[in-house]
């Protein structure tokens, strides 16, 4: 059982920056592809980022592409998202999750870190 906990969140003004950090526990992640996901209010939960072990292979949005940026630091099992250029409507729960890479759904979530972008 892996557990993810967010940090970083905050509320930050329009076309400013956060980078949120997902510390893992639990077990080593070798192999496992981490991944950021947002859900603002009354909407979906809706993927951003991911990035496999080596981080060497990352999808992201297009909502986000150009604007953020994942990484992974395997040494500290940190993975973490900078978020630059915000918008308001960047503002949501932001969560991170982790799988398997043999494995098609996020089975281990964060509690999520809030990011509010003011105008």
């Known amino acids: 059982q892996v557990q993810l906990v967010e940090s970083g969140g905050g509320l930050v003004q329009a076309g400013g920056s956060l980078r949120l950090a997902c510390a893992a526990s639990g077990r080593t992640l070798s192999t496992y592809i981490m991944a950021w996901f947002r859900q603002a209010p009354g909407k979906e939960r809706e993927f951003l980022a991911s990035?496999?072990?080596?981080?060497?292979?990352?999808n992201y949005a297009d909502s986000v592409k150009g604007r953020f940026t994942v990484s992974r630091d395997n040494a500290r099992e940190t993975t973490y998202l900078q978020m630059n250029s915000l918008k308001p409507e960047d503002t949501a729960v932001y969560y991170c999750?982790?799988?398997?890479?043999?494995?098609?759904?996020?089975?281990?979530w964060g509690q999520g870190t809030r990011v509010a972008v003011s105008s």
């Open positions: 990035i496999n072990w080596s981080g060497g292979r990352t």
């Open positions: 999750a982790a799988r398997p890479q043999q494995i098609a759904v996020y089975r281990s």
